[in-house]
C-alpha cells in the first residue's frame, strides 16, 4: 500500500484483530485484518542509556568487535538493532542475538571451570 499511514492498531485490548489505514494523499480509511502488529521505531537506536558505560558510534550504535558480539566491556555483549546499523531486521536481531548468547556461554565457561556448556559442538 502506497501513501499509506496507520491510524489504529484494532483488538479487543487482548489480541490484535486488525489494523486501520488511511491513504495520506486520498484521506480515504480502510480496515486490514492482522492477527499482530511490528513497529519499525525509527533510525536511532533507543542505546543511550548505554553511554556512559558502552562505545558508541556517532548514530548511537553500540560498536562491537568485529565478527563477535563481544563491546569494549569484558562480559558485555551487543546483538541486533543495537549495533546493525545496517539491516535493523528482527531476523539480523535473532542471529546475533544467537551470536551473543554463544559468546556469553563461552565466556562464563572460562571464567568458571565449573560452567557447564550446554553442548561440545561450539568452537
Do not use: W
Not at 53 to 63: C, E, H, S
Request: glycine residues 8%.
Amino acid at each position: 500500500l502506497f501513501n499509506t499511514e496507520t491510524d489504529e492498531v484494532l483488538g479487543d485490548g487482548q489480541v490484535v484483530t486488525g489494523v486501520r489505514v488511511f491513504n495520506n494523499k486520498t484521506n480515504e480509511k480502510q480496515d486490514i485484518p492482522a492477527t499482530g502488529f511490528f513497529v519499525a521505531i525509527g533510525h536511532k537506536p533507543n542505546t543511550d542509556i548505554f553511554k556512559d558505560y558502552l562505545k558508541l558510534d556517532a548514530t548511537g550504535y553500540i560498536v562491537n568487535e568485529p565478527g563477535t558480539s563481544k563491546t569494549n566491556i569484558e562480559g558485555v555483549f551487543v546483538s541486533g538493532d543495537a549495533a546493525d546499523h545496517v539491516y535493523r531486521q528482527a531476523v539480523t536481531a535473532a542471529g546475533t542475538g544467537c551470536m551473543a548468547a554463544l559468546d556469553a556461554e563461552r565466556y562464563l565457561a572460562a571464567k568458571d571451570a565449573n560452567f557447564e556448556v550446554a553442548t561440545s559442538t561450539y568452537n
